[in-house]
């Protein structure tokens, strides 16, 4: 609750029957400790009054631009250099399409592109908009640039149809903003991770791979960044932008990633493997495309390195995360994994059925190590990478508290 406590947080409201839920994100940022100002778009006058808004937030509502009693008082100069946080919730697919293509015609757009504050936004919109090709080149050019976007969560929506779209919970994005305002956990650390698949050529034109989207592990790569850590991302084939901050290295098969692993591993102060690795491949690679004649075929296949297993037995092994994703017996399996393994700790989380955490916006960890196992409930990814680099740095730090000395 302190990480909130004096700071001052612009919130900006769009258009949407999500707009409600401001009205309680502001109330509890508020009850909270932090300063709020409210910006409101014409479009989100016609879901929540700016009435409302001014009695929660004890201040007056912004909407105009051209307001003269604005820019004789607070105006959007003044809104911009004031906040340490700029919160946009809902966004709405008009908004983040402005701010994506740095169009500042409102006195909302003007104010984010006038400000250095860090800036949120937690999307709220129709399923098939989320979806929309052009909404998630607009949402990767704002995470290529440092932007965080906060869910949006699944579930039932206004429209009567189902899927992600919903704004987050006010609860969930205080916690997104508690996380961020925390002191630099793992400032000047080198970290190595890895994500997404890996594809495992059969021929010229197919290959062994998973499911594997890589959301997971490029959301754990901004966390570690914003928590102060030098992060090199080694990642499979995905259709991801690089999170803003990180050194990405682009690799396609399991021999590639570890290659790419021993040559960035010798300042390593903690690995995580994120990845979803191919255990095995194709013996042989044909070289032309092999072509449709036998009934059956037979693909002998040979097991591939573990890069975990070989980055933990390293001599001056780093702390090393490791992850497991498992459609059954996730305990026992984890558990199995972490002592065979000889690694730090591991975060295991379902694949299977209606939680399947592959191509998902949420997922839920156990984590597991020497002393136990806890577990992070199911959130958006983002949040979840933010608690998880949290007990990351919780853990390492009392396993090398010389190296903070």
Same mark, same amino acid.
């Given at each position: 609750m302190k990480e909130l406590a004096g700071k001052n947080i612009l919130l900006g409201i769009t258009g949407g029957i999500a707009a409600y839920k401001s009205a309680v994100l502001c109330r509890d940022l508020i009850r909270m400790g932090a300063e709020v100002r409210v910006i409101m778009t014409e479009a989100a006058t016609h879901f929540i009054t700016p009435l409302t808004l001014q009695a929660l937030s004890g201040h007056p509502v912004h909407s105009d631009l051209f307001a003269v009693e604005a820019e004789h008082g607070m105006g959007h100069i003044k809104l911009a250099r004031w906040a340490d946080r700029v919160l946009i919730a809902p966004a709405s697919a008009?908004? %983040?399409?402005?701010?994506?293509?740095? /169009?500042?015609?409102?006195?909302?757009?003007?104010?984010?592109?006038?400000?250095?504050? #860090?800036?949120? %936004?937690? #999307?709220?919109?129709?399923?098939?908009?989320?979806r929309d090709a052009a909404m998630q080149e607009n949402i990767d050019l704002m995470l290529a640039r440092g932007v965080t976007i906060l869910g949006p969560a699944s579930g039932d929506q206004a429209c009567g149809e189902d899927g992600p779209g919903r704004m987050l919970e006010p609860s969930e994005i205080i916690e997104h903003l508690q996380l961020q305002l925390q002191p630099e956990l793992l400032a000047g650390k080198n970290i190595v991770i890895t994500a997404g698949p890996t594809w495992e050529a059969i021929d010229p034109v197919r290959g062994l791979t998973n499911h594997s989207s890589g959301k997971m592990g490029f959301a754990l790569a901004s966390a570690l960044h914003d928590a102060g850590a030098n992060v090199k991302l080694i990642s499979g084939p995905v259709h991801l932008r690089p999170p803003h901050g990180v050194d990405c290295i682009n690799i396609t098969s399991a021999l590639e990633m570890a290659d790419a692993v021993k040559d960035n591993i010798s300042d390593c102060d903690i690995f995580v493997a994120v990845a979803a690795v191919a255990d095995y491949r194709p013996v042989t690679n044909a070289k032309q495309k092999i072509k449709k004649k036998a009934e059956t075929i037979t693909l002998e296949l040979v097991r591939n390195p573990d890069i975990l297993a070989m980055v933990a037995a390293l001599e001056n092994a780093p702390f090393t995360v490791?992850?497991?994703? /498992?459609?059954?017996?996730?305990?026992?399996?984890?558990?199995?994994?972490?002592? /065979?393994?000889? %690694?730090?700790?591991?975060?295991?989380? #379902?694949?299977?059925?209606?939680? +399947?955490?592959?191509?998902?916006?949420?997922?839920?960890?156990?984590?597991?190590?020497?002393?136990?196992? +806890?577990?992070?409930?199911?959130?958006?990814?983002?949040?979840?990478?933010?608690?998880?680099?949290? /007990? %990351?740095a919780q853990r390492y730090h009392e396993t090398y508290p010389a190296k903070d000395t």
């Open positions: 008009q908004t %983040i399409a402005r701010l994506a293509h740095g /169009e500042a015609d409102n006195l909302l757009t003007t104010t984010v592109l006038a400000s250095e504050a #860090p800036l949120l %936004i937690a #999307p709220a919109m129709n399923t098939v908009m989320w490791g992850f497991a994703a /498992e459609t059954e017996n996730i305990t026992e399996y984890a558990a199995q994994k972490l002592a /065979e393994k000889g %690694i730090d700790l591991i975060a295991a989380n #379902p694949v299977s059925g209606d939680n +399947s955490a592959f191509d998902s916006e949420s997922n839920e960890l156990t984590l597991f190590d020497r002393n136990g196992n +806890s577990h992070l409930s199911r959130c958006s990814k983002s949040l979840l990478a933010q608690k998880l680099t949290k /007990e %990351i």
